[in-house]
């Protein structure tokens, strides 16, 4: 079964107001205690799935989930246990899931492949009950779960408000908080759950979060508060060269939301990592590339979206800037044997924090409806121009890479404006071709995206230090070790601009694929 929801961290002042609408008269409170298996080494968690055995009202479930399209659907596989037998399994500590039940998904082969050690008298045999001894729960979640249903003309939908925590399997003391809410379509309309969806989230400042519970157990094992800063994957990019552009262009959008998203659930639930912010950067600075070259692609793309991501890919960049001066920039120059330079009031001092720009509710808004759109379908969608997808990306990288070409000859010479148009092409025609590259023979798009690599970073280091400029110089106001930084970097620009140059020209000999 393929269960279609969306799950939202709920601020805390927003829980009493959020609670009156949740219980109602028709509402359900259920206590909820669920035991999570997997192998020491989380063979099941590193093959997207989580294995769980939990109490529901009366009922003792046993369920298989996988990943499904890594934003709102996921697989789920739900076997009702007998409830004598788990009482008995539990008395006796020896509460284990029945892996018989999954005979078609081979999750004893996977999870026998576990690096995990078995006892002298384990040794691997033809004993199903082989992979049950490399299993053990690893943690627990206790949960009281508030529901209601929520029905309308074009379907019905399941609120559940959960609020409990996660525990250690071998360390009651070593707990997670757990607060947040889900939306589940019961049946009916896709539409429907993003309308509810939409609706909720406006009145209540909800923020998307795609973390599981199984995945804050897993964070607590390790010791962790946020999982790592996500980065593009390509791998899930996959189509046939023939696909149209309605469908080529919801396949690329849903490729930018797998990075967006858990990077935004990071930062709304509070990380300050420096990594998360880049890599949401790059994963809008993506989206947006996607969205301005084949808008043509679609005629159900909101043209609204582009200025909300603009807004907030600037947003997030103050801050950016801002930290690259203190994690990067300036211990540059101290190795240098440059003064020091503090900068940690400016950063301080910025209004709208990373949390603040994507808790707002436009931005939210915006995240729910690419998410909406991915899901629609393609066959009802009509593109502005004739042809597949192939056809029509053909003309957009050509197009850039003469634009880029030609800059090369005079980019050392081109204002800092100018320049950095060129820079922002170069990104655009290298996220292009990635995006294309499922069309094309591997072994072509990597040579020619091996071209423009180093151009790219040369040009960003430029970029930072354009940037770093401009900001010392403001700083000589108020502190003249900062006059260090302003020779340093005038005297590094023309050289910088012309090695920058050099490496655009070599794009002109790059092997095109198209």
Request: aromatic content about 8%; some cysteine.
């Amino acid at each position: 079964m393929q269960e279609i929801e969306l799950k939202f961290l709920v601020p805390e002042y927003k829980v009493d107001s959020l609670m009156r609408q949740a219980k109602i008269k028709s509402s359900n409170t259920t206590q909820l205690a669920a035991h999570y298996y997997d192998t020491a080494d989380n063979t099941l968690a590193q093959s997207g799935m989580a294995l769980r055995i939990r109490k529901e009202g009366d009922t003792w479930v046993q369920t298989l989930k996988s990943n499904g399209d890594g934003m709102a659907s996921r697989g789920e596989q739900n076997n009702i246990l007998d409830e004598a037998q788990v009482n008995e399994a539990i008395k006796t500590d020896s509460l284990y899931p029945d892996l018989s039940v999954y005979e078609d998904l081979d999750i004893e082969k996977i999870i026998l492949s576990s690096n995990q050690e078995l006892s002298s008298d384990q040794k691997l045999s033809s004993d199903p009950e082989q992979s049950s001894d490399k299993l053990k729960c690893i943690y627990i979640t206790d949960i009281e779960r508030t529901t209601r249903l929520i029905k309308g003309d074009s379907g019905l939908i399941e609120m559940a408000y959960d609020e409990g925590s996660v525990i250690h399997g071998e360390d009651s003391q070593i707990s997670k908080p757990i607060l947040e809410l889900e939306f589940e379509l019961i049946e009916g309309d896709v539409s429907f759950l993003f309308d509810v969806a939409k609706t909720w989230a406006r009145r209540y400042n909800l923020c998307l979060s795609t973390v599981t519970k199984a995945e804050r157990g897993g964070l607590m094992l390790a010791g962790k508060d946020h999982a790592d800063a996500t980065k593009s994957d390509l791998k899930k990019l996959a189509f046939d060269k023939n696909i149209s552009q309605p469908q080529f262009i919801r396949a690329v959008v849903h490729n930018c939301m797998l990075q967006i998203l858990p990077n935004v659930s990071a930062i709304a639930a509070g990380s300050t990592d420096g990594n998360h912010v880049h890599q949401l950067r790059v994963g809008i600075r993506r989206l947006r590339t996607a969205l301005k070259f084949f808008s043509e692609f679609s005629s159900q793309l909101n043209p609204e979206w582009g200025p909300i991501l603009k807004q907030t890919f600037g947003l997030l960049g103050e801050y950016r800037d801002r930290e690259i001066l203190e994690v990067k920039t300036q211990p540059m120059l101290e190795a240098l044997d440059g003064p020091h330079v503090d900068w940690s009031a400016e950063r301080e001092s910025i209004k709208i924090k990373p949390i603040d720009a994507l808790r707002a509710p436009d931005f939210q808004i915006t995240l729910l409806e690419l998410i909406e759109y991915t899901m629609s379908p393609a066959k009802k969608d009509k593109p502005l121009n004739q042809g597949n997808a192939k056809q029509q990306t053909v003309k957009i990288l050509e197009s850039l890479y003469k634009k880029i070409s030609k800059a090369s000859e005079k980019f050392a010479s081109l204002d800092i404006e100018a320049q950095h148009d060129v820079r922002k092409r170069l990104k655009s025609l290298r996220y292009i071709s990635e995006f294309v590259s499922p069309m094309y023979k591997k072994k072509k798009t990597k040579a020619f995206l091996q071209y423009l690599e180093p151009a790219q970073e040369l040009l960003g280091e430029y970029n930072d230090d354009i940037v770093g400029q401009y900001f010392y110089r403001q700083k000589t106001e108020s502190d003249p070790a900062a006059w260090f930084a302003v020779g340093y970097f005038s005297a590094q620009e023309s050289h910088a601009a012309l090695e920058c140059a050099e490496s655009l020209k070599l794009i002109k000999n790059a092997p095109k694929f198209w």
